[in-house]
């Protein structure tokens, strides 16, 4: 299920960055597509604003399907995935022995108190 989601939600960006690439601007950036003045015989599908529209109307789709996946992999991995804090473990250490200090050759002796 989740390789599912993720080759989905894959497919769902790659479809908006060529979406998005395909808009016009109005600085006229990019703006692949929405070119033309004619609109042919379908109604003003193709047309420059019938064609705006289509796209900015698949972007938004496509970008709820986005977020929708998004949820349903945090959603998913939320139920499957339990992490253990580090303070519900039991510890299992030894417990610490201290070797005696001893002086270093040739550094200064420490005065003991009377």
Same mark, same amino acid.
């Given at each position: 299920?989740?390789?599912? &989601?993720? @080759? &989905?939600?894959?497919?769902?960006?790659?479809?908006?960055?060529?979406?998005? !690439? !395909?808009?016009?601007?109005?600085?006229?950036?990019?703006?692949?597509?929405?070119?033309?003045?004619?609109?042919?015989?379908?109604?003003?599908?193709?047309?420059?604003?019938?064609?705006?529209?289509?796209?900015?109307? @698949?972007? /938004?789709? !496509?970008?709820?399907?986005?977020?929708?996946?998004?949820? /349903? !992999?945090?959603?998913?991995?939320?139920?499957? #995935?339990?992490?253990?804090?580090?303070?519900?473990?039991?510890?299992?250490?030894?417990?610490?022995?201290?070797?005696?200090?001893?002086?270093?050759?040739?550094?200064?002796?420490?005065?003991?108190? #009377?």
């Amino acid at each position: 299920m989740q390789t599912l &989601l993720l @080759t &989905l939600e894959l497919v769902i960006a790659i479809l908006l960055i060529v979406f998005i !690439l !395909l808009q016009r601007s109005e600085g006229g950036a990019l703006g692949i597509g929405g070119g033309g003045g004619g609109g042919g015989g379908l109604g003003g599908l193709f047309s420059p604003r019938g064609a705006a529209d289509t796209l900015t109307r @698949t972007t /938004a789709y !496509l970008a709820v399907g986005f977020f929708v996946v998004c949820l /349903a !992999l945090n959603i998913l991995v939320s139920r499957t #995935h339990r992490p253990a804090s580090i303070l519900d473990t039991p510890t299992r250490s030894a417990p610490v022995q201290k070797a005696p200090l001893q002086r270093a050759p040739g550094a200064p002796s420490i005065p003991t108190p #009377h």
